[in-house]
């Protein structure tokens, strides 16, 4: 038996928003209900806060020897930066996915799960987008590898012309079946048409996900003057959860700016990180929520865009809050009393008068320092 107590924290209770000075004890790799007797370990984290390990719903980790373009090891921007858990959205499809345990869960700590792609990344030979015919999305193979393997967690789709040409809606309709058929979400992606934003936003019902919706293309969410499609808005309606997926051109101040003074919302934040945008444009999932904090979301609901949300959206049961009898998931984080600039996709500058700093993360009750670039 081994047990943790964390002292000096200010834990955050997601479903109230109270923050409560307190002591945490974990045994076993577990939150505890109360003190366990004299601890093997005491961790004084000196007033910073307490939240339920930190979710990435949107990354790139698949690091398999075919791709040609760079995914990150999770752990470079999971555990060494503050997160418990990354999600790989659909780095791989049916022809790499059974690879993804040796290349990922094997060499990591971090909690990984991931989205398997309708098409097929990575594959050597295709010199176009990955969905853009129909002998490059495998319905059958998508549905059997969802049933095969616990730690998918939906479909993902990239409906854009750069991934699937003209082919995209019915790309996109494929895996919306596969979606359907396996009881999973589908995660869509939204970019440069084709295909037109409205058509495939149609395809989506409760549950599902779009990221990368506050992307500064032309076509976007935004229509005339500004104002939000209807699309967009009876998507919201239907239950479609937003994700922000910020990526290396997919995060517009200006763009999210204008849609949550419309009343829009944002579900859950992301970073979608890989080697093309880890030393600059998104750098960490902390930086894209200081962003949303400088767009004026509350503390509350940028903590709980990480954790909870996240957590709910792809049904992750052992995260999401910090509970006795649950698997100690935990980032340690301060709020800094220090602005800070913040640049997007497009290059528009703002300023977070203050910034969530993580400086630490449990896993299983395992402590990790931070040690990269926030």
């Keep these: ?4 107590q964390i002292t000096n924290g200010r834990v955050i209770d997601i479903k109230t928003g109270n923050i409560t000075k307190k ?28 939240a339920p390990g930190f979710i990435d719903l949107h990354t790139h980790v698949f690091n398999h020897p075919l791709f040609r373009h760079g995914r990150l090891a999770a752990d470079r921007i999971g555990v060494r930066q503050g997160v418990a858990c990354v999600v790989d959205a659909g780095s791989s499809g049916t022809s790499t996915i059974d690879a993804f345990p040796q290349f990922v869960h094997a060499t990591q ?7 398997i792609n309708i098409g097929s990344p990575g ?11 129909p002998e490059f999305c495998d319905l059958p193979g998508v549905v059997k590898a969802l049933d095969q393997h616990d730690w998918l967690v939906g479909v993902k789709v990239l409906a854009s012309a750069s991934h699937t040409g003209s082919f995209g809606l019915e790309a996109v309709k494929l895996a919306r079946k596969a979606a359907e058929i396996s009881g999973k979400p589908l995660m869509l992606h939204i970019g440069n048409a084709p295909p037109i934003v409205d058509d495939v936003l149609d395809l989506l019902t409760t549950g599902d996900i779009v990221t990368h919706t506050f992307h500064g293309k032309v076509g976007g969410i935004l229509g005339y003057r500004d104002k939000i499609i209807n699309s967009f808005k009876a998507a919201i309606d239907r239950g479609v959860i937003v994700d922000i997926g910020h990526g290396r051109s997919s995060f517009s101040f200006r763009v999210c700016e204008t849609a949550l003074a419309q009343g829009m919302p944002v579900n ?5 990180l890989h080697r093309g945008n880890v030393n600059e444009y998104a750098i960490s999932l902390s930086r894209t929520m200081n962003k949303l904090r400088a767009l004026g979301m509350s503390f509350i609901d940028v903590i709980r865009a990480v954790t909870s949300n996240p957590a709910k959206a792809i049904q992750l049961s052992e995260f999401g809050c ?15 009393n220090e602005p800070i600039k913040l640049v997007d996709a497009e290059g528009e500058t703002r300023t977070a008068e203050t910034q969530i700093q993580p ?3 449990l896993v299983d009750g395992i402590h990790h320092d931070v040690s990269e670039t926030l």
């Design 322 to 336: 910090i509970s006795a009898g649950k698997p100690a998931h935990l980032t340690i984080f301060k709020d800094v």
């Design 123 to 133: 594959l050597p030979h295709i010199t176009e987008g990955h969905a853009s015919r």
């Design 23 to 50: 002591t945490l004890y974990i045994k076993d790799g577990k939150f505890a209900q109360g003190k366990v007797g004299p601890a093997d370990e005491t961790l004084d984290v000196a007033d910073a806060f307490l």
């Design 268 to 272: 859950t934040i992301s970073s979608d």
């Design 359 to 361: 400086i630490g993360v």
């Design 109 to 115: 700590t971090t909690k990984t799960y991931a989205f």
């Design 1 to 4: 038996m081994s047990t943790l």
